[in-house]
């Protein structure tokens, strides 16, 4: 099945740095890759939509110039956590878009293992 | 609005055969995703339905009817590692993947 890695896979800064994560899908293309959090016993909170070229779009709430979403290649979607502070401590995960033949499409999307972040 | 139903928690025991069910309300459907998650780590994909009827996986099957809204994930021959939280996520009109917010499934022995 499709592969996607993330890196680093645990973050402990101290508050006011920024973080960088990334995202790869190891043996497809992924035209569109998504960035959610989640925070403990909640559900997956999707924060934007990346799209390989052009800009990111965002959820409702979602502050883009705090969280810097860069997906330069077909592989690779990376989110900056700028200035991070205590309250973005959380779970967030990447995952890729897979789009198959016209005979079979589907929008099926496969996970980073997700990389947690703590911010003291 | 957009909204997918799941029970929160469910429990079964060991080697016996749960149902997890799933009802939606979106504006379109392009298809329906159930995805197993462990506590700490982030989802797997477990099936995809878009036309009416069951789909098998080995110990796993998925049953959608698009006309009554509704999904279901079977689980048979349930092991302890099955321990986990079941999400249902539909695709709308607009492509867009609309999430439940998971149920939580907890084998005992």
């Known amino acids: 099945g499709a592969v996607v890695s993330q890196h680093p896979s645990w973050v402990i800064c101290k508050s006011g740095t920024s973080v960088k994560i990334e995202c790869r899908s190891l043996?497809?293309?992924?035209?569109?890759m998504f960035w959610y959090r989640q925070f403990p016993k909640q559900s997956l909170m999707l924060m934007a939509t990346?799209?390989?070229?052009?800009?990111?779009?965002?959820e409702q709430g979602v502050e883009k110039d705090k969280f810097l979403i860069n997906h330069a290649s077909l592989t690779l979607s990376t989110l900056t956590v700028t200035s991070a502070h205590p309250e973005d401590s959380s779970f967030y995960i990447c995952?890729?878009?897979?789009?198959?033949?016209?005979?079979?499409?589907?929008?099926?999307?496969?996970f980073g293992p997700g990389t947690r972040l703590l911010v003291l | 609005g957009q909204n997918i139903d799941q029970p929160t928690e469910m429990t079964a025991t060991e080697g016996a055969i749960v149902q997890i069910n799933c009802t939606y309300q979106?504006?379109?459907?392009?298809?329906l995703f159930w995805y197993q998650q462990h506590a700490g780590e982030a989802p797997t994909f477990l099936s995809y339905?878009?036309l009416d009827g069951l789909e098998e996986k080995g110990r796993f099957s998925s049953f959608l009817s698009r006309s009554k809204g509704y999904s279901y994930l079977l689980l048979k021959e349930l092991q302890m590692k099955d321990s986990a939280s079941y999400l249902c996520?539909?695709?709308?009109?607009?492509?867009?993947?609309?999430w439940g917010a998971g149920t939580k499934l907890i084998i005992k022995p």
């Open positions: 995952s890729a878009r897979v789009l198959y033949s016209a005979s079979f499409t589907t929008e099926t999307q496969y």
């Open positions: 339905n878009v």
């Open positions: 043996d497809f293309q992924a035209t569109t």
């Open positions: 990346s799209n390989e070229g052009s800009k990111a779009t965002y």
């Open positions: 996520a539909v695709i709308d009109s607009n492509y867009q993947l609309i």
């Open positions: 979106t504006s379109g459907f392009n298809g």
